[in-house]
């Protein structure tokens, strides 16, 4: 079974942006909702963006105005655009459908530090 391939991670300094993507080639991504998650050392992984198959949107809190997400199915690939990053962004975040259906991949390290 195969598993998305998230990019786009990097050291970044406070109020700082990055675009990450998320490519899930022949798993069958327009047809699910999907989700951007993430991980910091010690929590448990949480999903900080959500994106329905019709394009409806939600976030967490702590993102809502900073976080974008985003869908290109032609590309089978999910964005998450993120400005004005904050330490408290620090994570590995990783992409899946909303029922975890996928093999999780490696995700990408997004660390924000001056």
């Known amino acids: 079974q195969g598993h998305p391939v998230e990019s786009g991670g990097g050291l970044v300094q406070p109020g700082g942006s990055l675009r990450l993507s998320c490519v899930a080639f022949g798993m069958f991504f327009s047809g699910y909702g999907m989700g951007w998650y993430r991980q910091a050392p010690g929590n448990q992984r949480e999903l900080v963006a959500q994106?329905?198959?019709?394009?409806?949107?939600d976030y967490i809190d702590s993102v809502k105005g900073r976080f974008t997400i985003s869908r290109d199915n032609a590309k089978e690939t999910l964005y998450l655009q993120m400005h004005n990053l904050k330490p408290e962004d620090t994570a590995f975040y990783y992409c899946n459908t909303l029922s975890r259906d996928w093999v999780w991949g490696q995700g990408t390290q997004v660390t924000v530090s001056s």
């Open positions: 994106m329905s198959a019709h394009g409806s949107t």
